[in-house]
């Protein structure tokens, strides 16, 4: 849980209702919550400056949307997925995603192109670094947002940013299998590089090949717990 009493400022105290919704999905979605990690409401209502109430309005919210359950004798935790879900949700972005990549390299702008360009380098940079960085998985949701953007296709978009929620807050888990984080940031170079070359049927390949090496890590890294 973080530590650092948070300061809202006046323009964010209104609806206060949604600052706290977001605070907690992006403190679920980093990584700062924890999968299986419970949150206390009058912890997190000291931390955020604000009284029980949005707070259980926000966890309620979350709970609808699968971030978070309640428990017997446990109180509200973060949601750990299924092997199930996972297949079940790895499968529909299986199809989204590579249909997304695919409009990205018929419909990418010269200035997208750039920008992906960019972020490669970026990439091959910290790949000539000795030591692995922690924030490799900032890469996957840059080309991924530059990528959909490009599709020019706004409900695919949309659709996706549901999904990819889903997947930052738990994709976490499956960069905790040694040697995967790294393995998975190659794989999003060779998939940016095929966008920026505007190769269409190798970036859907390469799209499914990496969805599928990352469900497989999720799950083994899920059967370790």
């Known amino acids: 849980m ?6 809202w400022r006046d323009e964010e105290l209104s609806p206060i209702r949604d600052k706290v919704y ?53 109180g509200v935790v973060v949601s750990q997925l299924s092997p199930e ?12 995603e590579s249909l997304a990549m695919k409009m990205a390299t018929q419909k990418a702008t010269p200035e997208a192109r750039e920008e992906l360009k960019r972020i490669i380098d970026e990439i091959d940079a910290e790949f000539s670094k000795p030591e692995v960085n922690q924030e490799y998985k900032n890469f996957h949701f840059d080309i991924n947002e ?19 929620d889903y997947i930052r807050a738990f994709v976490h888990l499956g960069y905790e299998l040694p ?9 999003h170079r060779e998939i940016a590089l095929a966008v920026y070359n505007g190769q269409a049927e190798l970036v859907e390949s390469l799209t499914k090949i990496h969805l599928e090496n990352s469900k497989r890590a999720y799950l083994e890294a899920l059967d370790k717990q």
Not at 2 to 7: G, K, L, Q, S, W
Not at 85 to 96: C, D, P
Not at 179 to 187: L, V, W
């Open 2 to 7: 973080p530590d650092t009493p948070v300061i």
């Open 22 to 74: 977001q605070y907690i999905k992006q403190a679920i979605v980093q990584g700062i919550y924890k999968s299986g990690e419970r949150i206390i409401e009058r912890e997190l209502a000291d931390q955020l400056n604000v009284s029980r109430t949005p707070i259980r309005e926000a966890l309620f919210r979350l709970e609808s949307q699968g971030f978070v359950k309640t428990l017997p004798r446990k």
């Open 85 to 96: 879900e996972v297949v079940e949700i790895f499968t529909i972005l299986g199809s989204l």
């Open 146 to 164: 530059v990528i959909f953007r490009a599709a020019q296709s706004p409900r695919l978009t949309q659709m996706l940013d549901g999904l990819s």
């Open 179 to 187: 040697g995967r984080q790294r393995k998975a940031m190659e794989e």
